[in-house]
């Protein structure tokens, strides 16, 4: 198949600003999705969440992407994840203003974990999922099943998804990412390594989107038609048994056709192969070391074989892309290992609408303004992945920054 006519061969200028639905971006730099570490309790920290986004709006980048709102209390892999209701609202205002405050704009990214929990209100209870199956991450917490939901829970999610949206809008965010990817509850449908289900929500590929399919009508009706709905999606789950390219294929298709904005290609499963997600080394001694409770290290000791270190290269899931992009029209954003300036133009060449960066924004808030300024070229993130592990520390940071004078960080 050939490239579909809708898609502009021309040199994309990755500065230029970026129109999505009726969204003004300054220009193709988003902020990835990484869970911030500043919501204990569920709650936001106003001043720890605002400031971290803050950086990254006031450094250059044209949509910052706060992470992760569950969207439901039950939709919390651990405790202190957001959980998006009215209650912290105001919490949030405070923090999509200081990003509106520099020109930038912001979407959240809804998410529920699905049978891959560790959130306390599930012991003595079974995290729910698309069928019956083991909760290896509650396994030492008391909560080591899971149970199939049934389809009047299916109705409810797709009302909470729906509120959740609601919610975010009022709070200022200026898009929502729905999160349909890296083994969460979406991903769980659409895998049909975990998905096993005999009705219409289970079986063919297209029977297993039909969940995620419903969210993603639901999400519409509750935002309206102006309002972007970006979805991040796996290219593949990476493990054999799991969602393949062409499963992946149809999904986007369905996706598009119900009024979806763009595609975030990702891949991976957190509870099965973290580390796909991610590529480079493993970060799981380091989340062992900075747990405070001795069963949740004895969880993550568990979860070694699960996080084994991956071959890192910039721009991982592109050619699994290209497989995808001949299929689809609607714009796709580059995610995973977008380091250096030249892989910024080559994504955009090779078909993607804009770039996504998690790790090398997180060393450099200020990246997106280097380059524009031609201070730098190359991120000088060194993928260790360390910061991950800060999560559970006192928020997600670049460890290699402690060695350098606080300024250098935005100017
Ligand atoms: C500290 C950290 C936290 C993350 N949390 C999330 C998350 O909450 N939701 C999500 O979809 N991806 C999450 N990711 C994955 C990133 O969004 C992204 O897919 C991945 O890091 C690859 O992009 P990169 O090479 O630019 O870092 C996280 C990544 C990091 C480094």
Same mark, same amino acid.
């Given at each position: 198949?050939?490239?579909?006519?809708?898609?502009?061969?021309?040199?994309?200028?990755?500065? @230029?600003?970026?129109?999505?639905?009726?969204?003004?971006?300054?220009?193709?730099?988003?902020?990835?999705?990484?869970?911030?570490?500043?919501?204990?309790?569920?709650?936001?920290?106003?001043?720890?969440?605002?400031?971290?986004?803050?950086?990254?709006?006031?450094?250059?980048?044209?949509?910052?992407?706060?992470?992760?709102?569950?969207?439901?209390?039950?939709?919390?892999?651990?405790?202190?994840?957001?959980?998006?209701?009215?209650?912290?609202?105001?919490?949030?205002?405070?923090?999509?203003?200081?990003?509106?405050?520099?020109?930038?704009?912001?979407?959240?990214?809804?998410?529920?974990?699905?049978?891959?929990?560790?959130?306390?209100?599930?012991?003595?209870?079974?995290?729910?999922?698309?069928?019956?199956?083991?909760?290896?991450?509650?396994?030492?917490?008391?909560?080591?099943?899971?149970?199939?939901?049934?389809?009047?829970?299916?109705?409810?999610? =797709?009302?909470?998804?729906? @509120?959740?949206?609601?919610?975010? *809008?009022?709070?200022?965010?200026?898009?929502?990412?729905?999160?349909?990817?890296?083994?969460?509850?979406?991903?769980?449908?659409?895998?049909?390594?975990?998905?096993?289900?005999?009705?219409?929500?289970?079986?063919?590929?297209?029977?297993?989107?039909?969940?995620?399919?419903?969210?993603?009508?639901?999400?519409?009706?509750?935002?309206?038609?102006?309002?972007?709905?970006?979805?991040?999606?796996?290219?593949?789950?990476?493990?054999?048994?799991?969602?393949?390219?062409?499963?992946?294929?149809? =999904?986007?298709?369905?996706?598009?056709?119900?009024?979806?904005?763009?595609?975030?290609?990702?891949?991976?499963?957190?509870?099965?192969?973290?580390?796909?997600?991610?590529?480079?080394?493993?970060?799981?001694?380091?989340?062992?070391?900075?747990?405070?409770?001795?069963?949740?290290?004895?969880?993550?000791?568990?979860?070694?074989?699960?996080?084994?270190?991956?071959?890192?290269?910039?721009?991982?899931?592109?050619?699994?892309?290209?497989?995808?992009?001949?299929?689809?029209?609607?714009?796709? *954003?580059?995610?995973?290992?977008?380091?250096?300036?030249?892989?910024?133009?080559?994504?955009?060449?090779?078909?993607?609408?804009?770039?996504?960066?998690?790790?090398?924004? *997180?060393?450099?808030?200020?990246?997106?303004?280097?380059?524009?300024?031609?201070?730098?070229?190359?991120?000088?993130?060194?993928?260790?992945?360390?910061?991950?592990?800060?999560?559970?520390?006192?928020?997600?940071?670049?460890?290699?920054?402690?060695?350098?004078?606080?300024?250098?960080?935005?100017?």
């Amino acid at each position: 198949m050939t490239m579909p006519d809708t898609i502009s061969t021309d040199r994309i200028d990755p500065f @230029s600003p970026w129109k999505l639905r009726t969204l003004e971006l300054p220009n193709r730099f988003i902020k990835a999705a990484t869970f911030e570490g500043h919501c204990k309790g569920g709650k936001p920290d106003r001043e720890g969440l605002g400031a971290f986004h803050e950086a990254f709006a006031a450094g250059g980048t044209g949509l910052c992407t706060v992470s992760y709102g569950s969207i439901e209390p039950g939709g919390r892999t651990f405790n202190d994840q957001m959980c998006l209701q009215d209650d912290i609202l105001d919490d949030l205002k405070e923090v999509t203003d200081r990003i509106h405050k520099h020109g930038a704009k912001t979407a959240i990214q809804l998410a529920h974990c699905g049978n891959s929990s560790k959130w306390s209100g599930w012991i003595g209870r079974r995290a729910r999922g698309p069928s019956n199956g083991f909760n290896a991450l509650g396994t030492f917490v008391g909560t080591p099943f899971a149970r199939a939901l049934k389809k009047p829970e299916l109705a409810e999610l =797709t009302r909470q998804y729906r @509120s959740a949206a609601e919610r975010a *809008i009022k709070a200022g965010f200026d898009a929502v990412e729905l999160h349909m990817g890296h083994g969460y509850l979406l991903s769980q449908f659409l895998s049909p390594a975990v998905n096993k289900r005999k009705d219409e929500y289970g079986g063919c590929a297209e029977n297993r989107a039909r969940f995620p399919v419903e969210v993603l009508q639901a999400v519409r009706q509750g935002v309206g038609d102006a309002v972007p709905i970006i979805v991040k999606m796996n290219l593949r789950d990476g493990f054999r048994g799991g969602v393949e390219i062409k499963d992946s294929i149809v =999904t986007a298709r369905l996706l598009e056709a119900n009024d979806a904005d763009a595609l975030v290609l990702s891949g991976g499963f957190s509870s099965k192969n973290a580390m796909y997600l991610f590529r480079g080394p493993t970060f799981v001694e380091e989340l062992i070391k900075v747990q405070r409770r001795k069963i949740d290290k004895l969880v993550y000791r568990m979860a070694r074989p699960v996080l084994k270190s991956q071959p890192f290269e910039e721009l991982y899931f592109l050619e699994l892309a290209k497989q995808l992009r001949t299929e689809v029209s609607l714009p796709l *954003i580059c995610v995973g290992g977008v380091q250096s300036l030249s892989s910024v133009h080559r994504a955009l060449a090779e078909g993607y609408q804009a770039v996504q960066l998690g790790r090398a924004l *997180i060393h450099d808030p200020a990246l997106v303004r280097h380059y524009q300024q031609g201070l730098k070229t190359e991120s000088g993130c060194t993928v260790c992945n360390l910061c991950v592990a800060e999560m559970d520390r006192d928020g997600v940071r670049c460890v290699l920054n402690d060695a350098l004078p606080a300024r250098t960080l935005t100017e």
